[in-house]
């Protein structure tokens, strides 16, 4: 079936270090990818997308690369802060059956000063 | 667009009593997804819709639980009875999907800002 995997939280890093937080996924075709953040008390919001293999996605300094040979999504970031501290989600949407969209269990970031 | 809607943000209930959640999607959006998020269990997706059409709902954990979508721009999720196992933050998202269509515009979800559940 399809499901999205992602490392392990949390992760806690200081501010300025370099964030990586994997992301693997299962699934038939060609689905398009994304990460959600999720800011403590509030909803999730989308971070970046990637709707084809070899497609980058970015915002605020964070990047995601399609790897379909590797079916990888992993979430990157040159210098994190501590503002960057959320719960981030990959996701997969199918594009059959109406367009499932299944997410990853969450990381935990937490970025000290 | 104000976003996804859901209402109310809080609600605190006693065990037994039924429970009704709202939300109104992005107009012009065809697929609607009920999520529930619990510390123990994460984010979970009890139930979507596209084209107001229930698609899966194999999430949906009990009999307790049921949704709705009698228009494009309104959905309910009802909890009857309630119990305090069922107590989480709600979520409502809503998409542009048309199957098939790969890498088109808007395919992401846009998320309401939830509904926190306490059920006493």
């Known amino acids: 079936g399809n499901s999205v995997t992602q490392m392990e939280g949390p992760v806690t890093l200081s501010e300025e270090a370099f964030l990586t937080i994997n992301c693997t996924y299962t699934a038939t075709g060609y689905p398009s990818l994304f990460w959600y953040v999720q800011y403590p008390g509030e909803g999730l919001q989308l971070l970046l997308k990637?709707?084809?293999?070899?497609d980058k996605g970015s915002n605020k300094g964070f990047e995601a690369t399609y790897r379909k040979e590797t079916t990888s999504f992993h979430l990157e970031k040159g210098s994190v802060q501590v503002s960057d501290s959320a719960v981030y989600f990959c996701?997969?949407?199918?594009?059959?059956?109406?367009?499932?969209?299944?997410f990853g269990q969450g990381t935990e970031l937490s970025v000290k000063p | 667009d104000a976003g996804v809607i859901q209402s109310p943000r809080h609600e605190v209930t006693e065990m037994g009593q039924e429970v009704t959640l709202r939300c109104k999607p992005i107009?012009?959006?065809?697929?609607l997804f009920w999520y529930r998020q619990t510390m123990m269990r994460g984010l979970e997706l009890l139930i979507y819709?596209?084209?107001?059409?229930?698609?899966?709902d194999s999430g949906m954990p009990e009999d307790r639980f049921s949704a709705k979508m009698p228009n494009a721009s309104f959905s309910t999720l009802k909890i009857q009875p309630s119990e305090p196992r069922d107590s989480a933050v709600y979520f409502c998202?809503?998409?542009?999907?048309?199957?098939?269509?790969?890498?088109?515009?808007?395919?992401?979800?846009?998320f309401g800002q939830g509904t926190r559940l306490t059920v006493v």
């Open positions: 990637a709707t084809k293999a070899d």
């Open positions: 819709f596209n084209n107001n059409v229930p698609i899966d």
């Open positions: 996701a997969l949407i199918r594009h059959n059956q109406g367009g499932k969209l299944i």
């Open positions: 107009s012009g959006h065809n697929s």
């Open positions: 998202a809503s998409s542009s999907h048309r199957d098939r269509v790969v890498g088109g515009p808007n395919t992401e979800a846009f």
